[in-house]
């Protein structure tokens, strides 16, 4: 059981990387899709130089290619993360195993005579990708090309074969067998694939309802930030039916995300299609922009003005770092790990009450996309968009802030929680992370984690260090604290995350030397 929970985290980190590369992309999008709209160009008439509509249009060509591609960025982003081997032969045989998973499935469409030749073939559940036509499997067939490159490179990276198939041994099986197991998925996906969107539609029934959906939908997200498990729940809101099932000028979009592209990318404002928009955006990005802005704001406020007089000053490094990264990054983990451990039931109080404000701006017909909840994303999905209702966050968002400041203030006072500037010894300071001293950091894990030998697989996802280590009973806490991390967590007996914040890559590279030594 331990051995799936771990891998079940490292696939929810694998998701990372392609998630990465969508959010800027998708800022450059909204970027220039706003101002090639009619209404910005009336209220900014610069806007209309043929020069500088050129080179928005050029942006959001560019872009597209991006998102007209995000199956093969997953499919090499799972192989690259899950991969412990030899990640590059494995982000190779995804990149080939995805293709060829597409083509089988199109032999079997034709060898089954169900594949469609006349009319809408996305009403019958397939696409055109990448020049072939075949069953709409979106985002997961990338996925699934991605999982079985990286299992096949861990398996296969030093098979040997005799002399005579000798050429074939080590590396270069890994994408031919990657590829014979693609063959085989291609064949069998098919039939299975009804199930799977029929099970996925049962749980949109849910996710979908009025109030049920943004209350379990984000309740479930902040619920699953301990495991790191958030990313696999936001990709199957995204990107399958779970998410919902939209026709939009006789397309089929799956998962909320391609279906708030279309709109907002495309179509605009001014479409008929624009009425859609609250019902994807109650997924994404607008709740958390209320968190971000106003509801880290104010717990950070609470924090500072409950700490010990000689602490305030440490305490306000470590809080306006940590709302701040939230607010530019949307990295929560910092804020939310100084009191989701010592007071668990305020954290389950603090993802509750934040369900509510979801609904509050569905029904209040707020239409603010993207995915990520920063300042930045509000501003141009917001305020940039007409018709986005974006004084509604403003409203909700200032609620929110009274709510929790006092929520917080109250509990930290009343059950006497050690948040940041309450602790029984003087605060910590993060000097090490704010001077980017990563080699005294990375000494400190290192040792803390009980030594080179009790360290096995180094990774990281945007905020913490996910480490596998031999034996538990070794760590030193009190040694680790002084890293300057922000917590510390145990997802399984021998597996360890150390959050650190938006640097963390870089002590990653840091404890990599470190070991290396």
Same mark, same amino acid.
């Given at each position: 059981?331990?051995?799936?929970?771990?891998?079940?985290?490292?696939?929810?980190?694998?998701?990372?990387?392609?998630?990465?590369?969508?959010?800027?992309?998708?800022?450059?999008?909204?970027?220039?899709?706003?101002?090639? &709209?009619?209404?910005?160009?009336?209220?900014?008439?610069?806007?209309?130089? %043929?020069?500088? !509509?050129?080179?928005?249009?050029?942006?959001?060509?560019?872009?597209?290619?991006?998102?007209?591609?995000? *199956?093969?960025?997953?499919?090499?982003?799972?192989?690259?993360?899950?991969?412990?081997r030899d990640k590059g032969i494995a982000v190779f045989s995804s990149v080939m195993s995805y293709l060829i998973l597409l083509i089988s499935m199109k032999v079997w469409l034709? =060898?089954?005579? &169900?594949?469609?030749?006349?009319?809408?073939?996305?009403?019958?559940? !397939?696409?055109?990708?990448?020049?072939? !036509?075949?069953?709409?499997?979106?985002?997961?067939?990338?996925?699934?090309?991605?999982?079985? #490159?990286?299992? =096949? $490179?861990?398996?296969?990276?030093?098979? &040997?074969? %005799?002399?005579?198939? #000798?050429?074939?041994?080590? !590396?270069?099986?890994?994408?031919?067998?990657?590829?014979?197991?693609?063959?085989?998925?291609?064949?069998?996906?098919?039939?299975?694939?009804?199930?799977?969107?029929?099970?996925?539609?049962?749980? +949109?029934?849910?996710?979908?309802?009025?109030?049920?959906?943004?209350?379990?939908?984000?309740?479930?997200?902040?619920?699953?930030?301990?495991?790191?498990?958030?990313?696999?729940?936001?990709?199957?809101?995204?990107?399958?039916?779970?998410?919902?099932?939209?026709?939009?000028?006789?397309?089929?979009?799956?998962?909320?995300?391609? =279906?708030?592209?279309?709109?907002? /990318?495309?179509?605009?404002?001014? +479409?008929?299609?624009?009425?859609?928009?609250?019902?994807?955006?109650?997924?994404?990005? &607008?709740?958390?922009?209320?968190?971000?802005? /106003?509801?880290? @704001?104010?717990?950070?406020?609470?924090?500072?003005?409950?700490?010990?007089?000689?602490?305030?000053?440490?305490?306000?490094?470590?809080?306006?770092?940590?709302?701040?990264?939230a607010a530019l990054g949307n990295v929560t983990e910092p804020l939310e790990f100084t009191f989701l451990f010592i007071a668990p039931g305020l954290y389950v109080l603090y993802?509750?009450?934040?369900?509510?404000?979801?609904?509050?701006?569905?029904?209040?017909?707020? #239409?603010?996309?993207?995915?990520?909840?920063?300042?930045?994303?509000?501003?141009?999905?917001?305020?940039?968009?007409?018709?986005?209702?974006?004084?509604?966050?403003?409203?909700?968002?200032?609620?929110?802030?009274?709510?929790?400041?006092?929520? /917080?203030?109250?509990?930290?006072?009343?059950?006497?929680?050690?948040? @940041?500037?309450?602790?029984?010894?003087?605060?910590?300071?993060?000097?090490?992370?704010?001077?980017?001293?990563?080699?005294?950091? #990375?000494?400190?894990?290192?040792?803390?984690?009980?030594?080179?030998?009790?360290?096995?697989?180094?990774?990281?996802?945007?905020?913490?260090?996910?480490?596998?280590?031999?034996?538990?009973?070794?760590?030193?806490?009190?040694?680790?604290?002084? $890293?300057?991390?922000?917590?510390?967590?145990? *997802?399984?007996?021998?597996?360890?995350?150390?959050? /650190?914040? @938006?640097?963390?890559?870089?002590?990653?590279? =840091?404890?990599?030397?470190?070991?290396?030594?």
């Amino acid at each position: 059981m331990k051995k799936y929970s771990e891998e079940i985290q490292r696939f929810g980190r694998s998701l990372l990387l392609p998630i990465g590369v969508m959010a800027p992309v998708g800022l450059l999008l909204g970027l220039s899709g706003a101002f090639t &709209q009619s209404y910005m160009i009336e209220a900014l008439p610069f806007l209309g130089n %043929p020069t500088i !509509q050129l080179i928005f249009t050029s942006i959001r060509q560019i872009s597209d290619l991006i998102f007209g591609n995000i *199956p093969i960025m997953f499919a090499m982003g799972v192989a690259y993360g899950m991969a412990k081997r030899d990640k590059g032969i494995a982000v190779f045989s995804s990149v080939m195993s995805y293709l060829i998973l597409l083509i089988s499935m199109k032999v079997w469409l034709g =060898a089954t005579g &169900q594949l469609i030749t006349e009319g809408n073939i996305a009403v019958g559940g !397939q696409a055109v990708v990448l020049g072939i !036509q075949t069953v709409n499997v979106n985002v997961l067939g990338g996925i699934i090309a991605g999982v079985v #490159a990286s299992w =096949a $490179s861990d398996k296969f990276y030093n098979l &040997q074969l %005799p002399v005579a198939f #000798a050429f074939f041994s080590g !590396q270069k099986s890994v994408p031919l067998i990657s590829m014979v197991i693609c063959v085989a998925i291609g064949m069998i996906l098919p039939f299975f694939w009804q199930y799977f969107i029929a099970f996925c539609s049962s749980l +949109s029934g849910l996710l979908l309802h009025k109030i049920l959906g943004p209350v379990l939908s984000g309740f479930v997200n902040r619920m699953m930030i301990p495991f790191g498990l958030h990313h696999v729940w936001n990709a199957m809101l995204r990107f399958t039916e779970a998410g919902g099932t939209y026709m939009i000028n006789g397309q089929t979009y799956i998962g909320y995300l391609d =279906a708030m592209n279309e709109i907002l /990318f495309n179509l605009g404002p001014d +479409s008929e299609y624009w009425s859609l928009m609250p019902e994807l955006t109650r997924f994404g990005a &607008q709740n958390q922009m209320v968190r971000t802005m /106003f509801i880290f @704001p104010a717990i950070g406020l609470a924090m500072y003005h409950t700490s010990y007089a000689e602490n305030k000053a440490l305490a306000k490094s470590l809080i306006v770092t940590s709302v701040l990264t939230a607010a530019l990054g949307n990295v929560t983990e910092p804020l939310e790990f100084t009191f989701l451990f010592i007071a668990p039931g305020l954290y389950v109080l603090y993802a509750l009450l934040g369900t509510i404000g979801s609904l509050a701006l569905y029904f209040m017909g707020t #239409a603010v996309g993207y995915i990520r909840g920063t300042v930045f994303d509000f501003l141009i999905f917001g305020v940039m968009y007409k018709n986005s209702n974006w004084i509604n966050i403003v409203i909700v968002g200032v609620i929110s802030f009274v709510v929790y400041y006092f929520l /917080f203030k109250w509990w930290i006072v009343k059950f006497d929680v050690k948040t @940041p500037g309450r602790e029984d010894e003087p605060s910590a300071d993060n000097i090490l992370i704010r001077e980017k001293r990563y080699d005294e950091i #990375a000494k400190i894990v290192v040792e803390g984690l009980g030594g080179p030998a009790n360290i096995g697989t180094v990774d990281n996802c945007i905020t913490r260090l996910r480490i596998d280590i031999n034996d538990n009973k070794k760590i030193d806490k009190d040694l680790l604290k002084k $890293s300057g991390c922000a917590g510390i967590f145990f *997802p399984t007996t021998k597996h360890i995350h150390i959050v /650190f914040g @938006p640097l963390v890559e870089f002590i990653r590279n =840091a404890v990599d030397d470190e070991l290396r030594r």
